[in-house]
């Protein structure tokens, strides 16, 4: 019998995000180590930078812009979101010490959580919940029995489908967050 989606799909899901997260918590400690803090605020810049670009996509698929295809403006969304919030996370490190900067750190790894879900666990899960059904049809189980055994599975997709009304609001308030971070920072340090 094939695992369900927790086991296959969510769990690992949750800890590749646990080791980008765990990943820039180790690139700042080499970066604390080897007296490199310094790199930390210019990668502020260039996963900011970064991250505007990955708009490219959103700016396409609402007819802003009219260059490059959306597939591969998705993919360079995806890689240049994620990048750019790593460098972000290391250059927030462990120095937070203002409610803004740590509701823009809170916001940016929702929304990086939410854009995963859409793209990669909600895919597998759906391929993982079809292999699911059919193996329990081809071995001679009932409706009821494939809807009984796949309950838990289907309450986990149902949620997970809603992954977008998250992650646009989230956007505008990780903007939000973050420009009211910059134009404090430009104005007062």
Do not use: C
């Not at 490219?56 to 260059?67: D, E, G, P, V």
């Not at 919940?129 to 309950?151: Q, W």
């Not at 986990?156 to 809603?162: A, F, I, N």
């Amino acid at each position: 019998m094939k695992t369900g989606v927790v086991l296959k799909n969510i769990i690992p899901f949750l800890s590749w995000y646990a080791t980008m997260i765990f990943g820039a918590i180790f690139i700042d400690f080499i970066l604390h180590y080897f007296g490199l803090v310094f790199i930390g605020r210019y990668l502020g810049y260039l996963g900011t930078f970064t991250i505007l670009i990955s708009f490219l996509y959103s700016l396409n698929k609402r007819k802003i812009i009219k260059f490059g295809t959306p597939k591969v403006l998705l993919d360079y969304h995806e890689y240049f979101a994620l990048s750019g919030s790593i460098m972000i996370l290391v250059h927030a490190g462990v120095h937070i010490h203002a409610i803004l900067p740590w509701l823009a750190i809170g916001a940016m790894l929702i929304n990086v959580a939410s854009g995963l879900v859409g793209k990669h666990l909600l895919q597998e899960a759906n391929k993982t919940m079809r292999e699911r059904k059919l193996e329990l049809k081809n071995s001679g189980a009932s409706p009821d029995e494939i809807a009984h055994e796949v309950f838990w599975d289907t309450v986990s997709m149902d949620t997970m489908k809603k992954w977008r009304t998250i992650h646009l609001p989230i956007t505008y308030f990780l903007a939000l967050f973050s420009l009211i971070h910059i134009v404090s920072v430009i104005l007062f340090n």
